[in-house]
């Protein structure tokens, strides 16, 4: 069946359709299906021609979809010859099978619907796949059924690239592109979004076009009233449109975001904006922070603390704020405006360094820290903090310097202050003899003085080789835990310890703590060795004296009775002396009984000298050797001094006592009652048997068993023969008889040395004088552990 065989009913029923639909081609379509011209239509119009020779590809069909007519272009575009396709479906001509199920679903929609309508598809073409859009047109007949299917499929593939491309270019363009529309009713709708309004209003494209109440949801309560004013002012004078709004994010935060469109007044009297809405969140928190900062910097400034220059390159003008004026103690009328008012300030010492961070500034933009003095016109040196930078024109021309100069004078004072206070607690720290280390929480060394390294002997780097420091001077595990309680209870007062110097000598150091705020702890020592000792040689001194107290007493009170004996044997002597006188002269001129009288006599005075010489021996006995021996820890240098001290003061200037003791022994073991009786005696003699004015010397030296002891004189000297006797006991050199003495004084000393294990020697030379020596075994006496 070929066009040309519709009839005219079917033209004038087609005609009438058009004529209603209004639309041109439909009419053209149906001018061409009937050859009779139309009434109604300029007779000379080639319909046909027009028809074979549009651009769009025009069809025809009947309600089975079988072609009534198709133009040129269908041919171009299927490939099939034309006047081929008449009376087929698409499916008969070989049409794809998606499309051909698409095309029937379409047309049956128009043939329900009795409407138009237009699709969009692809199709692949002998030139490849092009893009159409095919208006289905309905053609009713007279019972207002549908008769005739019309389609005219453009093809727009160009407009749909462009289409396309501009999508994609308004997706990626930053922000999001909105086309939005405003009905005179107040009633407004989303025309066109770009996908940029995911991002942005956290909304779909889809969802805004459904429902325009979404995207006005997210905008703040407090910024809608007035970005609605800003419309409806753009709208009413078709002014520029422009405005920043918040909007509320899904995660409860804030979004800022800017608006800008031209306003455009439709037919309807709508008007349509095309905007873009971009997101100035990031900017406007700079903005915000910005300003911020300038509040701040206000504040600085007008609280007088900022001075504020700037440098015009160009002028070579000097602008100063008024603070900087006051740092630099210059009035405003007195600034000429040029950077010479600032060079002329500057302390020499530091011009050229300023002028060099000035320089820095102007190549590196910026500069901080930079200090230096002024000498203000009246002579008072500041010290200031300044920092510059630089501002640069398009070409990279610098064109300002502008900068900040803060008078830290009091700051600068207050750290020279400190600074030399540091300075003197450093050297008091340092050359105080007191020790002082600084330890931490854990009681590890931080810090020790130059007295405690000299004291203790440790270099710095030993103390912090060593995990654990405190071994190195308590090496006694029980007692280093008492010293390290001790340093970490930071209890206040002092408490003395047994600390190890490094040559193995043990110190006798009282500690004090102090906590410190950062709980550190600082400890103060002192070595009081040279006190305990003397305290130890103060005790032992007492003690020696207290002895040597007793020992004078009774060693005066056995010559006093030995001496009184002495003296009573005199009157029994005399008595038996002048009886044996009368009984030799008178032997015959007396009679028996006055010879029995004088021979009685003898006999009482006899009796008498016996028991005289009894107690005598018994006092030998009990003062000599009734004391058993009763070694204690002496310090034997201190007791020599002592004694020797005490003879010197009782017996005034008379003699010069000497005492040579090199060497020092600490406390050794020794009966020191006894050895003050031989001294005492050893003294007495020495000083009985001499001239006035003449030297006694007592050493006292040490040996590794043996304690030296010798007393020397320059007295009378004792003959040969006499030496083998003078220890014995009563025995006295018939030379001294004028001199006071018992003859006793010698045996109680070889006893006590004796008793001591010793030996006692004399030299002698007659006229020049003795030299007795004593040696007794050494025993040294166990030191006694002293702990605080
Ligand atoms: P006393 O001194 O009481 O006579 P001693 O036993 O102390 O008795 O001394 C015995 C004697 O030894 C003395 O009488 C004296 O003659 C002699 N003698 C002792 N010491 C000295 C001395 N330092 N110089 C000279 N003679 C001494």
């Given at each position: 069946?070929?066009a ?6 079917t033209?004038?029923?087609?005609q ?18 009937d050859d ?101 047109t ?24 462009t289409?396309?491309?501009l ?29 940029g ?19 006005w ?8 009233e ?8 753009s ?104 950077i ?8 020499p ?30 002579g ?40 030399q ?26 810090f ?9 002997g ?6 912090e ?40 000598q ?16 600082i ?11 003397a305290e130890?040689?103060g ?42 006188e ?17 021979l009685?006599t003898?006999g ?7 028991d ?14 009734a004391?058993?021996l ?19 003061e009782?017996?005034?200037v ?16 020794v ?31 040490f ?11 320059q ?36 006893d ?25 075994p050494?025993?040294?006496a166990?030191?006694q552990?002293?702990?605080?």
């Amino acid at each position: 069946m070929s066009a040309q065989h519709i009839n005219d009913e079917t033209f004038q029923r087609l005609q009438q359709r058009a004529a209603l639909a209004g639309c041109s081609v439909n009419e053209l379509l149906l001018h061409f299906l009937d050859d009779t011209p139309s009434p109604a239509k300029p007779s000379d119009i080639p319909y046909q021609l027009l028809v074979e020779h549009t651009t769009d590809a025009i069809s025809l069909f009947d309600l089975d979809l079988r072609y009534l007519y198709a133009n040129p272009i269908i041919g171009e575009l299927t490939g099939i010859d034309p006047t081929m396709m008449i009376g087929k479906t698409d499916h008969e001509l070989g049409m794809p099978e998606d499309k051909v199920n698409f095309w029937k679903s379409e047309w049956q929609t128009v043939i329900q619907t009795c409407q138009e309508k237009i699709i969009i598809f692809d199709f692949t073409t002998p030139q490849g796949v092009r893009f159409y859009e095919s208006r289905l047109t309905p053609i009713l007949g007279d019972d207002g059924a549908v008769q005739f299917l019309a389609a005219i499929t453009r093809d727009i593939t160009e407009r749909k690239r462009t289409e396309d491309m501009l999508r994609d270019i308004t997706n990626r363009l930053p922000g999001m592109i909105l086309s939005y529309r405003l009905m005179p009713d107040g009633q407004d709708e989303v025309t066109f979004v770009s996908e940029g309004i995911n991002a942005i209003y956290e909304i779909s494209v889809e969802e805004a076009y459904a429902d325009i109440g979404k995207v006005w949801m997210k905008v703040y309560p407090d910024d809608l009233e007035k970005f609605g004013e800003s419309i409806r002012e753009s709208a009413k004078n078709l002014t520029l449109w422009g405005y920043q709004w918040r909007i509320r994010m899904n995660d409860g935060s804030t979004k800022w975001v800017e608006g800008r469109g031209i306003p455009r007044r439709l037919e309807d009297g709508s008007t349509l904006w095309n905007t873009l809405l971009l997101d100035i969140t990031d900017r406007k928190t700079l903005v915000q922070q910005q300003e911020e900062l300038i509040d701040q910097l206000q504040l600085a400034i007008g609280t007088g603390q900022l001075g504020i220059w700037s440098l015009d390159l160009k002028s070579g003008r000097v602008d100063w704020n008024a603070q900087i004026h006051e740092i630099y103690g210059i009035a405003p009328e007195d600034h000429t405006h040029t950077i010479d008012t600032f060079i002329a300030r500057v302390h020499p010492e530091d011009l050229a360094s300023a002028q060099m961070r000035m320089e820095e500034a102007s190549t590196a933009g910026r500069v901080f820290g930079v200090n230096f003095r002024i000498i203000r016109p009246n002579g008072e040196v500041r010290y200031l903090s300044a920092s510059a930078s630089a501002q640069f024109d398009d070409t990279g021309h610098l064109t300002k310097l502008m900068g900040i100069d803060i008078d830290v004078t009091d700051i600068r004072q207050g750290e020279l202050k400190l600074q030399q206070t540091n300075e003197m607690m450093q050297s008091i720290i340092e050359h105080i003899p007191v020790l002082i280390a600084l330890f931490d929480e854990n009681g590890r060394f931080r810090f020790v003085n130059r007295h405690w390294l000299d004291q203790l002997g440790w270099t710095v780097d030993e103390i912090e080789r060593e995990a654990d420091p405190l071994t190195l001077f308590y090496p006694d595990p029980d007692y280093r835990q008492q010293v390290l309680d001790y340093m970490l209870s930071a209890k206040p007062g002092w408490r003395d310890f047994q600390t190890y110097a490094k040559d193995g000598q043990i110190l006798e150091m009282t500690w004090a703590n102090v906590r410190l705020s950062d709980g550190k702890s600082i400890g103060i020592g002192q070595n009081i060795t040279e006190r305990k000792q003397a305290e130890q040689v103060g005790l032992e001194k007492e003690r020696l004296l207290a002895s040597l107290e007793i020992e004078k007493e009774h060693s005066a009170t056995v010559h006093h009775i030995v001496a009184k004996i002495a003296h009573d044997l005199k009157t029994p002597l005399s008595v038996i002396e002048l009886s044996r006188e009368i009984l030799i002269t008178y032997f015959d001129r007396i009679d028996e009984t006055q010879r029995r009288e004088r021979l009685e006599t003898i006999g009482k005075q006899i009796q008498y000298m016996s028991d005289l010489l009894n107690d005598l021996a018994l006092i030998k006995g009990n003062v000599l050797e009734a004391r058993s021996l009763q070694l204690a820890p002496t310090n034997l240098t201190v007791m020599c001094q002592i004694t020797l001290q005490a003879l010197q003061e009782s017996i005034g200037v008379r003699h010069k006592l000497t005492f040579i003791n090199d060497q020092m022994m600490d406390l050794i073991l020794v009966d020191d009652v006894l050895i003050n009786r031989i001294l005492l005696n050893l003294l007495s003699n020495a000083i009985k048997y001499s001239q006035a004015d003449t030297e006694i010397t007592v050493s006292l030296r040490f040996t590794k068993a043996w304690i030296l002891l010798q007393v020397s004189d320059q007295g009378m000297g004792i003959a040969p023969e006499h030496l083998l006797h003078i220890f014995d006991l009563f025995y006295r050199i018939n030379t001294v008889k004028e001199i006071e003495g018992t003859g006793l004084g010698l045996s109680i000393v070889k006893d006590c040395v004796e008793r001591h294990n010793g030996r006692i020697s004399v030299e002698s030379t007659l006229g020049y004088g003795t030299t007795f020596k004593i040696e007794l075994p050494l025993i040294v006496a166990a030191v006694q552990a002293v702990v605080g």
